[in-house]
């Protein structure tokens, strides 16, 4: 191979920042600078950790934007066919409703998108992750770019509200004042600073799904996901609520929400996708309705 290394070896250069000389055959040399402190075995596992989620993803022939597709997609639980050759594409940023009626698909389609399920047939791409292609341990990778709010609020009940949503943090390994500070912040985005530590079950549920939207969004997603986060909730929080959505909207976030309530969908503009015995019935925008 004409760029083979023939010599490498380590220097030590002022302010101690130490440099990394390789050689080719033709003899042009290249310099790697090093950060002090970090050792070559130490350097090389970093480059490689940066390069492995790659190993994972696609290219996308189609432009950035593009931060969903879904090419062909089938579901099917045993003879069920949950949902059938569907396929879209979701820009970022996006705000997309997801009808239907009951048992067309809405679930199911959130739940491919974060993996929560495999798909039977085709293929989905997030934010250029192939999802087909990455083993379970990449699974938390793939969930740190996708923020999810279920109907159910599914807090966890022994857990006070600030630890519900540092939970998310620490997970992906974050240090405890970058989480304490950030905690504080979304939780006072919406409205529950004075609640840190009230367990959930004291909580209305208004309030507990305000918690579940800031445990969706803590870890700054690119997607987000809500499946009927209104539903259970009086007309007041589920205005709070679905505004805090669209606030987070507004920071950037792509949002796709499965809902039944067409009224919020109209409200608020937005695509809407309309699902029907698991197939695409129709995908519109709202302001051509
Ligand atoms: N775990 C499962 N096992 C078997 N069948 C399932 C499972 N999950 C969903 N289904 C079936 O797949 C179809 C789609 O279900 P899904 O929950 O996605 O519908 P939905 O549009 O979300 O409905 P709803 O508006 O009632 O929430 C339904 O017929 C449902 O019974
Ligand atoms: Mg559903």
Redesign the pocket.
Known sequence: MEARIRENRWQHSPHSVRTFISKNKAGQSKTLLLKPAMSAWKYKKSKLKMRRPEKYTMSNPFGRDLVIRMFHVNKH??A?Q?LVDLSLEINQNEFVFVT??????????LKLLYRGEPVSGGQIIIDGMNLGAIPDKRIPMLRRKIGIIFQDYKLIVRKTVFDNVALVLEAAGQKQGLIQKKVRSVLRIVGMEDRLDAMPPSLSGGEQQRVAVARAVVGDPTIILAD?PTASLDPESARIVFELIQQFHEKGATVLI?T?DLEMARRSGGRLIR?RS?RLENDTHMSDL
């Open positions: 639980y045993g069920k949950a239907g009626p009951s048992g067309a698909g809405k679930s199911t389609l009927e499965a039944h699902l698991g």
